[in-house]
């Protein structure tokens, strides 16, 4: 999986590219939870827009970042999910605590 | 159609995660399935074969036994570990129960593959290992 980081502001957004399963989000978490660490941001969207899989270690990987950038007393979007992702997210119930757009 | 089947081993390496899905799903296209259908059983093998990977071999790498056969029109899926086996298979089951929350595991894993699949049933045995069997049909187009 491949990321990209777009900073705005106290806006991050992270577009994720390929597949987020364990093994990606294991790399992953590292590296954007470094970028939180140093930044100043109150607010993290997520960008599903070219993620082609994700399973349920994908949804323990956005609950980790949502944790993350609680603690900074920010907020968490997630946005452009398609139907496939759509369908684990709706099972998950993540959508309570997480703004899906 | 002859009863057609493939099986393959791999490490316990999460890298293979991703081919063990891939595998599955592309043999799967025989039956010409629907995207939505190919999507529900590339994400339960890619539960069944994580939860090897992270349960069956926890700090160790074993070999993982993934098979899938055709019957008419019903896949059936069979991941096998001879990793650490399942305490409770119950408890595992139950929606957000996870062993390892520290490693961010959301407990879903289960819950997922009962819900993309027809059917699953769950074998294990302390110390010997865990065999998942899933089945789904594919409707004839």
Do not use: W
């Not at chain 2, 393959?8 to 890298?15: A, D, M």
């Not at chain 2, 049933?121 to 187009?141: A, D, F, H």
């Amino acid at each position: 999986m491949n990321l990209e980081f777009i900073e705005s502001g106290q806006v991050l957004t992270i577009g994720l590219k390929g597949e987020l399963d364990h093994h990606s989000a294991d790399e992953s978490r590292v590296m954007i939870d470094e970028k939180i660490s140093k930044g100043k941001f109150n607010k993290i969207v997520i960008d599903f827009k070219n993620l082609d899989f994700i399973d349920s270690s994908g949804i323990g990987f956005v609950i980790g970042r949502y944790k993350a950038i609680r603690k900074r007393n920010g907020v968490i979007e997630i946005i452009n999910a398609n139907k496939k992702v759509r369908k684990i997210l709706d099972m998950s119930g993540i959508g309570k605590i997480i703004e899906i757009k | 159609m002859q009863n057609n089947y493939v099986i393959f081993k791999i490490p316990s390496l999460s890298i293979n995660e991703s081919f063990a899905r891939s595998a599955v799903a592309a043999f799967c296209s025989i039956l010409n399935p629907t995207i939505g259908e190919i999507n529900d059983i590339k994400t339960a093998v890619s539960e069944a074969v994580t939860n090897a990977v992270i349960h069956g071999y926890e700090n160790i790498v074993g070999e993982i036994e993934i098979s899938c056969r055709i019957k008419g029109q019903v896949v059936e899926i069979i991941i096998e570990d001879y990793g650490c086996g399942i305490m409770d298979v119950e408890k595992a089951k139950e929606p957000l129960y996870t062993t390892k929350p520290e490693l961010e595991r959301s407990g879903m894993g289960f819950a997922v593959m009962e819900s993309y699949m027809d059917e699953v049933v769950v074998l294990s045995e302390k110390e010997v290992g865990t065999k998942v069997i899933m089945r789904k049909k594919i409707n004839e187009k």
